[in-house]
């Protein structure tokens, strides 16, 4: 996929452009790549606000869910009982 970072944005297609936004999203020497990708398509746009909206705290409760094996209901119903 490395070749395909380097190619320009106006030659991807929305699938590179997906699989580049995921896979280089955290990479910060990308950024500039990204950003481009973000201001051509507009699915990619709206999923870059909702993942920037995700507090960190949100992000650690799933990850707690997640090591205890409880489903996500399973998860939230504990979760409410212990506040």
């Known amino acids: 996929m490395d070749m395909v970072i380097v190619k320009p944005i106006g ?3 929305a699938i ?3 699989v580049i936004f995921f896979q280089y999203l ?3 020497t990308q950024r ?3 950003n481009e990708i973000i201001d051509c398509e507009e ?3 709206m999923t870059s606000e909702i993942l ?3 507090s960190k705290d949100e992000v650690e ?3 707690q869910i997640e090591d205890t094996g409880l489903t996500s209901e399973e998860g939230e119903a504990l979760h409410k009982e212990v506040k």
């Open 43 to 45: 699915g990619i746009a």
């Open 61 to 63: 409760k799933a990850r």
């Open 16 to 18: 590179e452009h997906w």
């Open 32 to 34: 500039r790549k990204i």
């Open 26 to 28: 955290t990479d910060k």
């Open 11 to 13: 030659e991807m297609n």
């Open 52 to 54: 920037m909206s995700i």
